[in-house]
């Protein structure tokens, strides 16, 4: 499986940005996607995940409020919509996958529990 992330770029506090995560190649019928994020200086951190249905989907406290996920499945993507960025939403945002079974009902927020993971895409917010 590839996944390529996208959608960083500059923006302002209080604006927006749409992450993608488009995956590739060998496909699953039951996955989680994670979405984590790493700021300069600072380990790699949580910042929110969805489950295979598109249903499910769980976030840090740091972004509850401000950010959504989504899945098109028929695109293979999942996107993570930011609003209302702050300064110290800056870092660098990886996606990641893992695959499940249809059963469990459990969220992944470590990144040990990931198997594959794109490159990163870098968010950059200014004052």
């Known amino acids: 499986v590839q996944l390529q992330a996208s959608g960083g770029g500059l923006v302002q506090a209080g604006g927006s940005l749409r992450l993608s995560c488009a995956a590739s190649?060998?496909?699953?019928?039951?996955?989680?996607v994670g979405w984590f994020r790493q700021a300069p200086g600072k380990e790699r951190e949580f910042v929110a995940t969805?489950?295979?249905?598109?249903?499910?989907?769980d976030y840090a406290d740091s972004v509850k409020g401000r950010a959504t996920l989504s899945r098109d499945k028929g695109r293979n993507t999942v996107s993570l919509q930011m609003n209302s960025l702050k300064p110290e939403d800056t870092a660098v945002y990886y996606c990641?996958?893992?695959?499940?079974?249809?059963?469990?009902?459990?969220?992944?927020?470590?990144?040990?529990?990931?198997?594959?993971w794109g490159q990163g895409t870098q968010v950059t917010v200014s004052s």
């Open positions: 990641a996958l893992k695959t499940t079974d249809y059963y469990s009902g459990r969220y992944y927020y470590r990144e040990s529990d990931y198997m594959y």
């Open positions: 190649g060998r496909t699953f019928s039951y996955y989680i």
């Open positions: 969805i489950r295979w249905s598109g249903i499910n989907t």
